[in-house]
C-alpha cells in the first residue's frame, strides 16, 4: 500500500486522468473468489466518504475510509467506474481478478495516483495481489493475431506451453509442468472442466468473452481441483447503451499452405509415404451477431448473442478419406439485475451444442483393383452419420454488498454435455449379427456371412442413453474486512455425474458356424474317439453345430461428489506489506455404477500462504510470494474403466446351416453342453478395483518473484517457481508380485484369480485389496508391500525462471515473457502424450515395475527455453498492426520398444505381451534389447512462430468498422515438432520409421475478419 503523502517522482510522473480505448496487455491478479469479479482499493483521508460508479450500469457504492485512510470495493463486476472523493473524480477500470489502486492525496482536491485505463501509461503494479495471473481483455484479443478459441488465448501466458497435438482438441496448455488434463476452466466462476477426462471445457461463443484470466501459479484458497493452471473467462454484460454488432471470420483453404508429407523409409512399403498431408483442406467461416442494453435503465441490462459456423475438413489417407462438416449454431445469453445498488442478480445461459457431419468414402483402386496411393480425391461414400457434443450451461448468482464491510455471494450451476453422441447410433450393418464360419476350409475365419459386413463386432448398447456429463454445483463466498484484516471465505460442492453406454455384439449375438472334419479325433473326456470335444460333449464327424455369443458391458452412471471449504486472511500487516494466510480443505468421492464409493477421502487441508511487499511505498516495486499445496480429483472415466462390468453368455448348437440373409442360424437342434457363462454385470467389490489407502494426487508449489515500473511505459518483473508432486495416482496391472507375497507369508491355497487384472494405487506405496488367501471363494483385506510391487514413487519436479515485461503507450502495447523451465520425472502427470493415452490415472506408465525403468528424466512438456512477444501497434487513427513471436526449444525425445519377457513368469508374461513396443527397452544395433533412459535421443528442433496483423478501421465509418487480416505462420515455417519413438516395428524387429519424422509446425493460413459496432 502507498503512505498517505508519499509521493515519489516516479508516481507523479505516472498521474494520469485520460481515458482512451483499453488495450491493456498483462496485469497481476488479485485475490478474488471466483475470478469472475475485481475489486478498488487505495487510500484518501481518513473518514473521508469514498463513492464509486458505473458509467454502464449507473449502480454507485460508497465507504467510508478506515482510520488509516484505506478503502476497498470488494467483489465488482468487470468494468470501467468512476471513483469520488471529496470532489475529486476519477476513471478507473476493474478487471477480473485484479484490483484497481486510487490514492488520494492528504489535500482533499490532490490525487496522488490512480490505476489508470488509458493506453498513454502504464496501469501501477497491483499490490494487492499475490497470484501469477494474466488478463487479456476483449479489446486486446481482436487487436492480437490470435485464433478465435480460448487455448490459443491462453498460451500467451508466461510459462504456457502447448501440449501434444493428439491430446484432446491438439492445443491444449500446460502450465508449470503438468500435464495438459490437469487444468481447471471457469466461466463466470462457475466450473465448467469436463471431468471425464480432464481435456476438455464448455465453449462459449468466443466473441462473447469480455475477459480471460490464466491462472498459472499461486491462486488462492477459493480455487482447487487443478495441479496446472485455471482459465477463467468473464463474459460481456448489457450496459444504459445500446449496442449491436456483427462479425464474419473467414478462412479459405487456398490462403493456406499446404500440409507436409513424410517420406515412408522402408524400401519395401507399397506406400512411399509414412504420413500423407499435402492434400488436406480446410475452410472456415464464423459468423456471429449481438445486442445489449437495458430492459429497465440503472437496474436490468441483458447481452445475448449468437455464433454460427460454417466449416469443412476433407482428410485424405494413403487409401481412403473422410469430411467432416460443422454447421451447429451456440448461442450466450447474460442478464444483470441490480435489484438496487446493494444487491446484484447474475444469469448466464450458454448453448453450443453442436452436430458434426461426418461422410466416409470408398478405397482409391485403379480400373484392375489394385490400390491406388495418395491420390488426394474422394471416391464413392461409403457411410454418412453424425456426432453430438456439447450441451447447455445455466448459472445464477446473487452478490449483497450487506456493509460496507462485509460481502457475501451465491452461486448455483448446471451444465449438460454430450459425448460423441452419434447419430445412428450405430454403422450401416450393425443392426445385423456379427456371423462368421470358422474352421471349415482353413483354421481361421473363412468368410463373414450376413448383413453385417464383418468389420463390425460391437456396438452401443440401445437400451442405454448416450454418454452425456452432468454438473450440479453451488458455492458461497464471502469477504469481510475487519481492520487490517480482509477474511474470504467460502464452501463449495459439485456433483458430477457421466453415464456410460455399453457395449454388445451387432445384432445383439455372435454367430460362429463350425464343421466337425470327417478325420477328427476328441480330446479330453472323449480323447480317441472320433468326432470332437465341444462344450464338455462329443460332436459326431461331418457334424455342423455353432456357438452363439451375448457380450455386455454394462450401462450405468458414475457420479463423483467434490467438497471444499476455504478461510483466507489477507492480513495488512503494515501499510506496505500484506500477509495471506489461507486454508483449503478438499473431499472426493467417486461412485460406482451401482452408487457406492470407490474412491473416498476425508478432507485433505491445503494450506495456501503468500505475501506482497510494496517496498517503495508507491507500487512502482513489489516482491511477492506464495506457498500452496493442490489437490485433484479422480476423473469419472476412472469409474468407468475401473468399475465397469462385463458379461459374456455362450452357448453351442447342432445347425443345419445359416441364413445368408442375416447370419442366423437354420434348422437350429439340440444345445451342446451346459450354457457357459463368463463375469457379469454386477459393478466389483470397489475393494477389489482400488487400495483401501488411496490418497488423491496433490502438488506443493512454491513462487518467489518482483516487479519493478520502469519508466512511465515500462514494467518488468520475475518469478522463480518450484512445483513437485508429492503423491501420485495411477493403476497397475500384475498379479505375480502377490503370488509371490502369498508364498513368503504361507497362503499355500492363495488364488491369483482374485487379484483384479488392474487395480488403483499410489505408485510406491503398499497395496490393500479384497483377495481370496485360502482359495475358498472367500475374499478379504491384505496389505501388499511396496517391496514386492517394485514401483518407484510417483515424481515429478518443475523448475522455472520466468522473466515478464509490459510497455505501454498511446501508439505501441508490447508484452513478453522469457521462461527457462526444468521439468523432471518419471511420468508426464493424468496422460501420457508419449503415448497419446487420454485416460487420466489410468496410462501404462505403472502398469508393472518394467515399464518404470528407465523413466526418470525431462517429461513430454519440459520446454527449456521459450520466448514470447505480443503487442499492437496504431501507425494511424485508421491502421493498426498486431504481432505474435513464439520461440522455443524442442520436446525431449525417447526410445519405446517392447517389453523383456524371458524371466517375467506367469500370468504377467502373458498379460505383457499383449503390449506394445512403449516401454524403455530399446533394440539395439546388434539385436540386443537394452534399457534406455527418459529423453536420451535428444530434443526436436527449436521452432518459431511469426502471426501478423493488419487491421483497417475507417474514420468514414465512424471507427465503427473493423477489417482485420491474420497471417498464422507468416514465414510458413516446417520444422519437426514429434519425431516417430516407437523403435520397433514388431517384437524383434527394428523399425524402418524409427525417428522419423511425425508431425511440424502448422502451416501458414490467413484469415480476414470484419466486423461492426454500432
Known amino acids: 500500500m502507498t503512505r498517505p503523502g508519499v509521493r515519489s517522482s516516479l508516481s507523479r510522473n505516472i498521474t494520469r486522468s485520460a481515458l482512451s480505448l483499453a488495450l491493456g496487455m498483462c496485469v497481476a491478479g488479485g485475490v478474488q473468489a471466483q475470478s469472475s469479479v475485481g475489486s478498488i482499493f487505495g487510500s484518501g483521508q481518513p473518514g473521508s466518504t469514498i463513492a464509486i460508479q458505473s458509467p454502464q450500469t449507473g449502480v454507485t457504492r460508497s465507504v467510508t475510509a478506515a482510520s488509516d485512510g484505506r478503502f476497498s470495493f470488494n467483489q465488482l463486476p468487470p468494468g470501467k467506474y468512476v471513483v469520488t472523493a471529496d470532489g475529486v473524480t476519477r476513471e478507473v477500470e476493474v478487471k477480473v481478478g485484479s484490483g484497481s489502486q486510487v490514492v488520494f492525496g492528504s489535500n482533499a482536491t490532490t490525487l496522488d495516483r490512480v490505476n489508470v485505463i488509458g493506453t498513454g501509461a502504464l496501469n501501477p503494479i497491483d499490490v494487492s495481489s499475490v497470484e501469477s495471473t494474466t488478463v487479456f481483455t476483449a479489446e486486446q484479443m481482436i487487436a492480437l493475431p490470435v485464433a478465435s478459441d480460448v487455448s490459443s488465448v491462453a498460451l500467451l501466458a508466461p510459462g504456457a506451453v502447448r501440449g501434444d497435438s493428439g491430446l484432446g482438441a491438439g492445443n491444449l496448455a500446460s502450465f508449470g509442468g503438468s500435464s495438459v488434463a490437469e ?32 491462472k498459472t501459479g499461486g491462486y488462492g484458497a477459493e480455487y482447487g481441483r487443478s495441479l496446472g493452471g485455471i482459465v477463467s473467462i468473464v463474459t460481456k454484460s448489457g450496459s444504459n447503451d445500446w449496442h449491436y454488432g456483427a462479425s464474419v471470420e473467414w478462412a479459405p483453404d487456398w490462403g493456406a499452405a499446404a500440409g507436409k508429407n513424410v517420406r515412408e523409409r522402408d524400401p519395401d512399403a507399397s506406400d512411399p509415404l509414412y504420413q500423407y498431408r499435402s492434400d488436406d483442406q480446410f475452410d472456415s467461416t464464423i459468423y456471429s451477431a449481438y445486442a445489449s442494453g437495458p430492459i429497465i435503465k440503472d437496474r436490468l441490462f441483458f447481452f445475448a448473442m449468437v455464433e454460427g459456423r460454417s466449416e469443412t475438413e476433407d482428410n485424405f489417407y494413403a487409401l481412403t478419406s473422410r469430411q467432416v462438416r460443422d454447421d451447429a449454431p451456440q448461442g450466450l445469453v447474460k442478464l444483470d439485475w441490480y435489484i438496487n445498488d446493494s444487491n446484484l442478480v447474475e444469469f448466464t445461459g450458454i448453448y453450443n451444442q453442436a452436430k458434426t457431419k461426418y461422410r466416409t468414402y470408398e478405397y482409391n483402386l485403379d480400373a484392375n483393383g489394385d490400390n491406388r496411393y495418395n491420390v488426394g480425391r474422394h471416391e464413392s461414400p461409403i457411410e454418412s452419420y453424425e456426432m453430438e457434443n456439447g450441451g447447455k450451461v445455466g448459472i445464477l448468482k446473487y452478490t449483497g454488498y450487506f456493509t460496507d464491510n462485509f460481502t457475501l455471494s451465491a452461486q448455483y450451476g448446471y451444465l449438460s454435455n454430450l459425448i460423441d453422441s452419434r447419430l445412428p447410433a450405430n454403422p450401416a450393418g450393425g443392426e445385423c449379427p456379427w456371423a462368421y464360419s470358422f474352421g471349415l476350409t482353413t483354421s481361421t475365419v473363412d468368410r463373414y456371412i ?30 469481510w474486512v475487519l481492520g487490517d484484516h480482509r477474511l474470504r471465505f467460502g464452501v463449495d460442492q459439485e456433483n458430477y455425474e457421466s453415464s456410460h453406454r455399453g457395449q454388445t455384439y451387432a445384432g445383439g449375438i455372435n454367430w460362429a458356424y463350425y464343421l466337425v472334419p470327417n478325420n477328427s479325433v476328441a480330446t479330453g473326456a472323449f480323447a480317441g474317439r472320433p468326432g470332437r470335444t465341444v462344450n464338455g460333449q462329443l460332436v459326431p464327424r461331418g457334424a455342423l453345430y455353432a456357438r452363439s455369443r451375448v457380450y455386455q458391458t454394462s450401462s450405468s452412471s458414475y457420479e463423483n461428489t467434490n467438497s471444499a471449504f476455504y478461510l483466507e486472511d489477507n492480513w495488512q500487516i503494515s501499510e506496505d506489506f500484506l500477509a495471506v494466510l489461507g486454508l483449503r480443505g478438499e473431499k472426493f468421492e467417486n461412485k460406482n455404477g451401482d452408487g457406492i464409493a470407490w474412491v473416498e477421502s476425508d478432507y485433505k487441508l491445503a494450506p495456501r500462504l503468500g505475501f506482497s511487499w510494496d517496498v517503495l511505498g508507491d507500487s512502482s516495486l513489489k516482491l511477492f510470494g506464495t506457498a500452496g499445496r493442490y489437490y485433484i480429483p479422480v476423473a469419472t472415466n476412472s469409474s468407468i474403466r475401473a468399475t465397469g462390468a462385463e458379461s459374456t453368455v455362450s452357448n453351442w448348437y447342432f445347425v443345419n446351416g445359416w441364413s445368408e440373409a442375416d447370419g442366423r442360424p437354420v434348422g437350429q437342434g439340440a444345445q451342446i453342453g451346459a450354457t457357459q457363462t463368463n463375469g457379469s454385470l454386477v459393478a466389483p467389490n470397489p475393494a477389489s478395483v482400488a487400495s483401501t489407502n488411496l490418497s488423491p494426487m496433490y502438488q506443493d508449489e512454491v513462487i518467489l518473484g518482483g516487479q519493478l515500473q520502469l519508466t512511465e511505459n515500462w514494467m518488468a518483473g520475475v518469478r522463480m517457481i518450484r512445483r513437485e508432486v508429492k503423491s501420485g495416482m495411477d493403476d497397475t496391472c500384475t498379479t505375480n508380485p502377490w503370488i509371490d507375497w502369498a ?96 485416460d487420466p490415472g489410468l496410462t501404462q506408465d505403472f502398469d508393472h515395475r518394467l515399464f518404470t525403468d528407465g523413466t526418470y528424466g525431462p517429461t513430454p512438456n519440459d520446454r527449456q527455453h521459450t520466448l514470447k512477444l505480443f503487442g499492437a501497434y496504431n501507425l494511424t487513427p485508421e491502421w493498426q498492426f498486431g504481432g505474435n ?31 506394445s513396443g512403449s516401454s524403455f527397452y530399446c533394440l ?80 501458414r493460413s490467413f484469415r480476414l475478419t470484419a466486423r461492426y459496432d454500432f
Not at 454418454?467 to 458455492?475: C, G, L, M, V
Not at 492363495?750 to 483384479?756: A, H, L, Q, W, Y
Request: charged fraction near 20%; include cysteine; aromatic fraction near 12%.
Open 183 to 214: 487444468n481447471g476452466y471457469y466461466i463466470n466462476g462457475f466450473d465448467v472442466t469436463n471431468m471425464r477426462t480432464f481435456l476438455s471445457f464448455a465453449n462459449v461463443p468466443f466473441q462473447g468473452i469480455g475477459q480471460l484470466q490464466v
Open 885 to 915: 513471436l513464439v520461440l522455443q526449444s524442442g520436446r525431449p525425445v525417447n526410445c519405446q520398444g517392447y517389453i523383456p519377457l524371458d524371466d517375467i513368469p506367469q500370468p504377467d508374461q502373458g498379460n505383457l505381451s499383449g503390449y
Open 743 to 838: 508364498a513368503d507369508n504361507g497362503y499355500s491355497d492363495f488364488d491369483p484369480g482374485s487379484v483384479p487384472s488392474c487395480y488403483f494405487l499410489n505408485p510406491g506405496s503398499d497395496v490393500t485389496l479384497n483377495v481370496d488367501l485360502n482359495g475358498d471363494g472367500e475374499v478379504e483385506l491384505a496389505t501388499l508391500p511396496a517391496s514386492y510391487l517394485g514401483l518407484a514413487e510417483y515424481r515429478r519436479i518443475h523448475t522455472a525462471l520466468e522473466f515478464f515485461w509490459e510497455r505501454t503507450g498511446e501508439k505501441l502495447n508490447f508484452q513478453g515473457s522469457y521462461t527457462f523451465a526444468r521439468t523432471r520425472g518419471n511420468v508426464e502427470g493424468y496422460v501420457n502424450s508419449t503415448l497419446e493415452q487420454e
Open 450 to 479: 450376413g448383413c453385417n459386413p464383418g468389420t463390425i463386432s460391437t456396438i452401443a448398447d440401445l437400451n442405454a442413453e448416450p454418454d452425456e456429463d452432468i454438473r450440479k454445483a453451488f458455492r458461497v463466498d464471502g469477504e
Open 924 to 1003: 539395439n544395433a546388434e539385436g540386443t534389447r537394452v534399457l534406455r533412459q527418459r529423453g536420451d535421443e535428444g530434443r526436436t528442433p527449436w521452432t518459431w512462430t511469426f502471426d501478423l496483423a493488419v487491421a483497417y478501421i475507417p474514420n468514414w465509418a465512424d471507427n465503427k468498422l473493423r477489417i482485420k487480416l491474420d497471417v498464422f505462420n507468416l514465414f510458413n515455417n516446417d520444422r519437426v515438432t514429434e519425431y516417430n519413438e516407437f523403435s520397433e516395428a514388431s517384437r524383434d524387429v527394428i523399425s524402418p520409421n524409427y525417428l522419423n519424422d511425425g508431425n511440424y509446425q502448422t502451416p
